[in-house]
């Protein structure tokens, strides 16, 4: 199981840009051999996958934020990002950390562990 906190999220206008940062705990594991990934969930739509990363550090993205985000990982620091450019009005929504234990085929994966989540809202 992991520990997942989320911070970053934010108000801003359409075209700007966010960092959503996730420190991840692992109890027993090392984080570094999860898939991580970020979710997001706007109201009244189901839940979706945004963007994945592996443990080698290869990345899948969903059409809707190809070009415009970029996840990463900081292994020493056991912590998940999201680098948000070009933000749109239909980016606006919470966003979710996800882990899963397996580092590989991420973005098939059913993540078991998840953060709070933090608000992402960008106006037009």
């Known amino acids: 199981q992991v520990q997942l906190v989320e911070s970053g999220g934010g108000s801003v206008q359409a075209g700007g840009s966010l960092i959503l940062s996730c420190a991840a705990s692992?109890?027993?594991?090392?984080?570094?051999?999860?898939?991580m990934a970020w979710f997001r969930q706007a109201p009244g739509k189901e839940r979706e996958g945004v963007a994945f990363?592996?443990?080698?550090?290869?990345?899948t993205y969903a059409d809707s934020v190809k070009g415009r985000f970029t996840i990463s990982r900081d292994s020493a620091k056991a912590t998940l990002y999201l680098q948000m450019n070009s933000l749109k009005p239909e980016d606006t929504a919470m966003y979710y950390c996800?882990?899963?234990?397996?580092?590989?085929?991420?973005?098939?994966?059913?993540?078991?562990?998840w953060g709070q989540g933090t608000q992402v809202t960008v106006s037009s």
């Open positions: 692992a109890y027993g594991s090392s984080v570094s051999a999860y898939c």
């Open positions: 990363i592996s443990s080698g550090g290869r990345t």
């Open positions: 996800a882990a899963e234990y397996g580092g590989v085929g991420c973005q098939g994966r059913k993540y078991n562990s």
